[in-house]
């Protein structure tokens, strides 16, 4: 990790770029994608299956008996189980209600929210196969009462089907990478268009995502590689800190890990203790490539530490050093907010009962994580009296014959003027 002493306001925003920029290669081979599977279909999704997976597609979708006789070990049939008591009881007290005010005698005006109808959920394939993401994605949509909620995966893990099916999943179709967010947008002869499309994966699914949301699909965020940063001084426990970095690192080589530190020496420390504890990772040289692009950065004043943490918007932050909730009060830009020594990035990865679906690549200063509101689409309504409406006519007809639209004026006038 590149370490950085006291580095000056200035190249704040160098330091907090990210690893990955576009990739001009891999927007036009999904863009390739993308128009294959809306001219061609299942047909396409086969084709691209063998020429990218090299496996063959023969049945899309996965039959309600093949989910049926899925099984996982105890242990993790009693985790799933926990964790989706806790996420689901965070996740339905954000219920939203409905708002009703009347904004003047006679004018009544609504808020509504209203569950999006039919949503698509894709889960990555990969050496990690997140069966958590099927927990954090489907019961949010549940809860929200999406009518139809279906899934996309190429992971050929039972503990994702088994979650899928604990969660209400309606469908499930063995389809992964930017083809498979393109079916959802475009729909197939198998797999439904959707309305709204949410979940993680690589550049070319984060790719496809971007561009179909430009005016096909909605998506749930702008998202990249995973990131976390520590905000550490010398009362943090380095073990802890190396232990949160890692968690990280270990995602995948594009992910990148930032420790904020308040000497050299607690930087020194913590570094060390990554080094220890890399050592005896399965994904130790996963763990390595995601270091080799990670930034160390001392900062001695702890406004400078927040300040940066708000400049570089991380997807996870993780505050463990003095008076935490002091500094915790002051952040502005962070996916998810991790306060105290024992509050860990993994337990809201897994069972806290927050969302770790998070905006990536400082994309935290003006997007939220999934949230229940991210299933619910807010509609609007109206109603006014004939004296409501004569009681606010001036204001109305004043206004549209500013614009130039009379039109607007004549349809007050019509229902106001004697």
């Not at 020429?51 to 899925?70: F, K, M, W, Y």
């Not at 001036?394 to 004697?418: F, P, Q, S």
């Amino acid at each position: 990790m590149e370490t950085l002493i006291n580095p000056s306001r200035s190249t704040w925003d160098a330091l907090s770029e990210r690893p990955l920029a576009d990739d001009p290669v891999v927007k036009s081979r999904v863009e390739t994608i993308l128009a294959r599977v809306k001219e061609k279909g299942d047909e396409a999704l086969r084709e691209l299956s063998l020429e990218i997976d090299g496996r063959p597609l023969e049945n899309i979708e996965i039959s309600q008996n093949e989910l049926n006789a899925v099984r996982v070990s105890p242990e993790i049939e009693k985790a799933i189980g926990e964790a989706a008591i806790h996420i689901t009881a965070f996740h339905a007290a954000q219920k939203p209600r409905e708002v009703r005010v009347e904004t003047a005698p006679g004018v009544t005006c609504i808020q509504r929210p209203v569950s999006i109808g039919k949503v698509g959920l894709y889960i990555p394939g990969g050496s990690a196969p997140l069966f958590s993401t099927v927990l954090m994605l489907a019961l949010p949509a549940r809860l929200a009462g999406c009518r139809e909620i279906i899934l996309c995966t190429p992971a050929q893990s039972p503990e994702v089907l088994y979650a899928a099916r604990v969660c209400g999943v309606s469908r499930i179709f063995r389809v992964g990478g930017a083809q498979a967010i393109a079916a959802m947008a475009y729909g197939t002869e198998s797999i439904p268009r959707v309305d709204k499309i949410f979940g993680p994966g690589n550049r070319y699914v984060t790719t496809a995502k971007q561009l179909l949301s430009a005016g096909t699909v909605a998506i749930d965020m702008p998202a990249g590689p995973s990131e976390v940063m520590v905000l550490a001084d010398d009362t943090t426990p380095a073990a802890f800190a190396a232990a949160d970095l890692l968690s990280q690192a270990e995602h995948g080589p594009d992910s990148q890990v930032m420790l904020v530190a308040d000497t050299l020496r607690t930087a020194e420390t913590i570094l060390a203790e990554v080094e220890r504890q890399k050592a005896l990772l399965p994904r130790c040289g996963i763990a390595e490539k995601a270091l080799e692009k990670s930034r160390t950065v001392v900062l001695e004043a702890l406004e400078d530490r927040i300040d940066f943490a708000n400049t570089y918007a991380p997807e996870h932050l993780i505050i463990e050093g003095r008076e935490p909730w002091k500094v915790a009060d002051a952040i502005t830009a962070a996916g998810s907010v991790f306060i105290g020594p024992y509050t860990p990035e993994s337990a809201g990865d897994y069972a806290s009962g927050t969302n770790h679906t998070l905006p990536t690549s400082g994309w935290a200063r003006a997007f939220s994580g999934v949230n229940l509101d991210s299933y619910y689409r807010k509609m609007t309504l109206q109603e006014i009296t004939r004296e409501g409406l004569a009681g606010i006519r001036n204001t109305i007809v004043n206004m549209a014959v500013a614009e130039g639209l009379d039109a607007h004026a004549n349809a007050v006038k019509v229902r106001t003027d004697e």
